[in-house]
């Protein structure tokens, strides 16, 4: 499996921005795609996941403010996120987790500066 992200870069306080991950190669259909970020000098966390059966988690400080989907057809997701602030500025990967396997893309930079 081997996932591209795209549509990170620069926007406004208050501002809004979505991002997308594209999957290519053995997809697994029972899998869980999921949004991490990672701010300098602190880890990778949990953004926002789904399952292919479409239960879906986000993490605290963006619940209500983010929002993931995903197009099982076009074995990709989306994260749509508004009212950004600075603090959301991070490098955001996307994950693919299966049976068997755990894939990351390459990453993204959003960044949220005035």
């Known amino acids: 499996v081997h996932l591209v992200e795209s549509g990170g870069g620069l926007v406004q306080p208050g501002g809004s921005l979505g991002l997308s991950c594209a999957a290519s190669?053995?997809?697994?259909?029972?899998?869980?795609m999921a949004w991490y970020r990672q701010a300098p000098g602190k880890q990778r966390v949990l953004v926002a996941q789904m399952t292919s059966g479409g239960i879906v988690y986000y993490g605290d400080l963006v619940r209500g403010r983010f929002t993931i989907s995903r197009d099982n057809a076009k074995n990709t997701v989306y994260l749509q996120m508004n009212s950004l602030q600075p603090e959301d500025t991070a490098v955001y990967y996307c994950n693919n987790l299966f049976t068997g396997g755990n894939v990351w893309g390459q990453g993204t930079q959003v960044t949220v500066s005035s």
């Open positions: 190669g053995n997809i697994h259909s029972n899998n869980r």
